[in-house]
């Protein structure tokens, strides 16, 4: 799918011959790391990517490419939730860690492989992209619990709601992500438009960094509970069943609902903030994927860790408030040279300093007040906020 330089939009929105040369580093075909083939200049990949100058760079990736790497994320993807629905069982500590270990190492040597067949630009972009994907995707494990919770999923089905959940999460985001592209490529107010957005949803999510969603008070919940007979058991973990003679679904049902509502809000959130680090599409794709993938091992991994993450929240709020800024900043650029614009590579510093410090006074906390409970956060107020916790 390769980008003509000839019309790309640049990041800054100008055209190619108002924004300097632009350089194009064609991605290969083949998945191994090897020479990279690059036009428009006879320097190397790493020297045009680190130049001083800022020139615009354009990844162009092939349709073979595209397919490779769609292949290896869908196998990857058939692998992990294959197995679990193969084996319904409950996930033990080491099974988790195992997995998750094996997804997260995956999607770091590609991102090494990437980084060095086109060169650290667009590598820190893709690495900065993964960590604002994962830390989203830890905030919506924490919704996962709080939903699993409130409706007493056994375990032995939870791993069929992670499964669907995280189907339907890389589904949306690849919907999303092709929206967000082409939006972005046709208008250049939508980086204002995105920034104001997660601006917005920062504030939001710090004001009420203190509670929980309601899965009961889900607008999808409360319809299909009025318009559909509703079984109390979960009757072996199927979607419908009968009761009394007639057709009725199982409280399952209405736990998918609520995932897939939350996932739907998730990925409204994530898409505007990954465009914020990168606009190229391969990058944004990659980065949502390999964050999701393994998310169902890190489920069973972390769920009895998450209460221990009270500054969640705040941390993400930061990280939103930070690349919506960035991406006013990058808006404001295209119209004058004399408004700054913030760098990949700060980007990326600011989003790691931002996870550890909020990481460890998390923990300090914790260790200070054992009764300290998390919350997920939310974007309206659901119930005032319990005075004797702190998030």
Known sequence: MALDPSTHRSMSGASPTAAGAMHVVDLPDRSACGAVQHRADARPVAEIVQTRTREPIVLEVSVLRW???IGLIVGLLALDLGLAAARPHA?????????SVLFISVAIVFGLVFTAQVGGELGAQYFA???VEKSLSVDNLFVFVIIMSTFAVPE????KVLTFGIVLALVLRAIFIALGAALLQLFAFMFLVFGLVLIVTAIQLYRHRDADPDPQDNALVRLARRALPVTDDYDGGRLLTRQNGRRAVTPLFIVLLAIGSSDLLFALDSIPAIFGVTEEAYIVFTANAFALLGLRALFFLVKGLLDRLVYLSTGLSLILAFIGAKLVLHWGHGISDSIPEISTNLSLAVIVVVLILTTIASLLKVRRDPETRAHAGSLTAHKKPDTSRNG
């Open 67 to 69: 397919a490779i790497t």
């Open 129 to 131: 992209g993964y960590l």
């Open 91 to 99: 996930v033990g500590f080491r099974e988790a860690a195992l997995s």
């Open 156 to 159: 032995i089905h939870q791993q």
